[in-house]
């Protein structure tokens, strides 16, 4: 397998990846991860963990992983919420915001210099949380209504856990929309501007970054349409059949992450 092709033939400097189904299983290494990780570090290369889940700063996620056994500095880690956080930065400075989530994205926004504030705030930003409140969810509701402009870290649906599935970002935010008549706008995947963060954070370019995804529907079409190299592994959402039914492929499919060890390797080498 090879991770050129004709339109791009470039070496590959700069390496996204996805986080769960890709990495680990809910806190379960998946096998090759380990390998695919120290690859990267050894290799000098650029790399970045990308995830969805706003609810963990990126400290909270590397003591995750570290857990699991895959050792993944703080600053490889991006979050939708530190996305967010720059794409607010970008559009209004110093705004205000009522936000509905946890830790990693409080945080994120309190490091961009927003202030948190349910009276008049420039926008409700939704994320990921275990304890949605009807209350919370209530104010976000008539701020919106009242004004302020509508975000959301994510469009995921629903979420997994130890229990089974449970409702997720996009869920709670199509409740919002329904009765609001507003929608809001997502900044993650398969939004591209989650991965031109990525690459701009890293001061990456397009034709030499590849992302390694488990779902076509979020990663490989996000990364598409930013210009990027794909590469689908099979053990997360995703499956081989289900491939055929998009519109879209990816640059390659694999197995699994443990696949694509030997392709990590420093510049000098190609």
């Known amino acids: 397998m090879s991770l050129r092709d004709d339109e791009t033939p470039r070496p590959v400097e700069t390496w996204l990846t996805d986080m769960d189904g890709v990495l680990v299983h809910e806190e379960v290494p998946i096998p090759g991860a380990v390998e695919f990780v120290e690859a990267l570090k050894a290799s000098g290369l650029r790399f970045l963990v990308l995830t969805n889940n706003s609810i963990f700063t990126p400290r909270d996620l590397r003591a995750r992983l570290l857990a699991s056994g895959i050792d993944v500095p703080e600053e490889a880690i991006w979050t939708s ?6 794409f607010l930065a970008d559009q209004r400075p110093h705004g205000t915001a009522y936000v509905v989530g946890e830790a990693g994205l409080t945080t994120a926004l309190h490091d961009i210099g927003y202030v948190m504030t349910d009276r008049d705030p ?11 409140s009807f209350e919370s969810i209530t104010r976000a509701i008539r701020l919106i209504d009242g004004g302020a402009r ?10 997994p856990s130890h229990q089974g599935l449970m409702p997720a970002t996009g869920s709670v935010a199509a409740l919002i929309s329904t009765a609001t008549g507003r929608q809001p706008y997502f900044i993650g995947k398969p939004n591209p501007l989650m991965m031109r963060s990525a690459l701009n954070r890293l001061e990456a370019h397009s034709e030499t970054t590849v992302m390694v995804g488990d779902r076509m529907d979020t990663d490989i079409i996000s990364g598409l349409e930013a210009g990027l190299r794909t ?11 289900d491939v055929e039914r998009f519109p879209y492929r990816p640059t390659r499919v694999v197995d699994s992450i443990a696949d694509l060890v030997e392709y990590v390797q420093p510049l000098d080498a190609h």
Do not use: H, K
Request: proline fraction near 8%.
């Open 81 to 86: 919420a530190l996305a967010t956080a720059q």
């Open 231 to 241: 590469v689908l592994v099979t053990t997360g959402s995703t499956r081989p059949g």
């Open 150 to 159: 509508f975000l959301a870290t994510n469009p995921d649906p629903s979420g």
């Open 122 to 132: 420039d926008y409700v930003v939704l994320g990921e949380t275990r304890t949605y």
